[in-house]
């Protein structure tokens, strides 16, 4: 990646080299992977993560560490007050699991809704703040005749989860009063991300599991793909906008599987079909499990909506014509490095 774009925006590309970078929710997944890119960009980088975060992906040694509690507004602003700005933050804090709406609203929204809310209190609002969203926000859209879901799709979100992504969505549009930048992903997979690896497991132990007999086709993003784009987005200067990102095409379950157990080198694998009411069943079931547990469980009520969605076409002309956005993994060329750290261990 360069630092350098063109700009098909009408604005000029700027250098984010020597730029400040503040990465919130650094800790997760797709943290480590902003944080190492901000570095490779030449950019001085701060992870913002909790008491409890581990920092097993955040071992670069220019990395500086701001820890916030979210919980506590009075000593998020102390922490801010007395952190140098920010020129840019990307905010990539959010729950994927939770057992009740309330938890997704609290994390999704409210802690989004503090931080903002903090930054303004403390003169710390930055040139521009990329918020990652999800494409879940905007709902199940066409599932006749599988048209894209683009910009312009009007959300209908019909998971907690993506409710919750929504009403996030809308404070930065109408309430924050600070630039923004939204960027709503389709299923992001790669290197140490779990419940991707869930399903290259299961095919590596020759089952593959789907849900419903109707057609269904899926979209992916490699990390590092979704992560390039976010700071292209920023060199491009583009505000106020949302954006999908995606690999420009889609597939079937079947091309999932084939280019999964290709990669594994797994010869034979029993495609397994399940009934929607009895996937219904079965998170209807682990939820409860989950909620007796105290602790979110994998498949819930929740997860059984987003399976049970056909339609994850994604048009993402917007994204190509603001700043240039272009994917370099195909699914195949993803898998294949998720595959290689999944055999290594590293996940």
């Known amino acids: 990646m360069t630092d350098n774009i063109p700009a098909d925006n009408g604005k000029p590309a700027t250098t984010l080299a020597g730029k400040r970078l503040l990465v919130v929710g650094a800790g997760g997944f797709i943290g480590g992977f902003i944080c190492r890119e901000g570095i490779a960009r030449g950019m001085h980088v701060t992870a913002a993560v909790r008491e409890s975060t581990s920092r097993r992906y955040l071992t670069d040694p220019s990395l500086e560490f701001l820890q916030l509690d979210y919980d506590d507004p009075a000593s998020m602003e102390e922490a801010i007050a007395a952190a140098s700005p920010w020129d840019y933050i990307i905010y990539n804090l959010g729950a994927t699991k939770a057992a009740t709406f309330p938890e997704f609203n609290l994390v999704n929204y409210e802690y989004l809704r503090r931080f903002v809310e903090t930054l303004k209190k403390t003169g710390k609002v930055p040139s521009r703040l990329l918020f990652m969203s999800s494409l879940s926000a905007l709902g199940p859209g066409d599932e006749k005749n599988y048209t894209p879901l683009d910009e312009n799709t009007i959300p209908n979100p019909n998971t907690r989860y993506g409710l919750s992504k929504v009403k ?153 014509r603001d700043f240039g956005f272009k994917t370099r993994y195909s699914l195949r060329d993803g898998i294949r490095e998720t595959v290689r750290a999944y055999r290594g261990g590293s996940n």
Do not use: C
């Not at 979110?296 to 994604?314: C, E, G, H, V, Y």
């Open 168 to 320: 996030a969505e809308q404070y930065l549009e109408y309430q924050s009063g600070i630039p923004y930048i939204i960027f709503r992903p389709t299923g992001v997979y790669g290197p140490h991300e779990k419940d991707y690896l869930m399903m290259v497991k299961s095919i590596d132990s020759h089952f593959d599991f789907g849900v419903g007999f109707k057609p269904q086709m899926l979209t992916f993003i490699y990390v590092d793909d979704l992560v390039g784009a976010m700071f292209d987005a920023l060199a491009a200067g583009v505000t106020g906008k949302k954006y999908i990102i995606s690999e420009e095409r889609s597939y079937t379950q079947k091309e999932f599987r084939k280019i999964v157990a290709q990669e594994l080198g797994t010869k034979w694998v029993i495609p397994i079909r399940l009934p929607i009411w009895l996937t219904w069943v079965a998170s209807y079931v682990a939820e409860k499990i989950g909620h007796f547990r105290a602790k979110p469980s994998t498949l819930n009520r929740d997860k059984f909506k987003i399976m049970r969605q056909r339609n994850w076409n994604a048009d993402i002309s917007a994204a190509r």
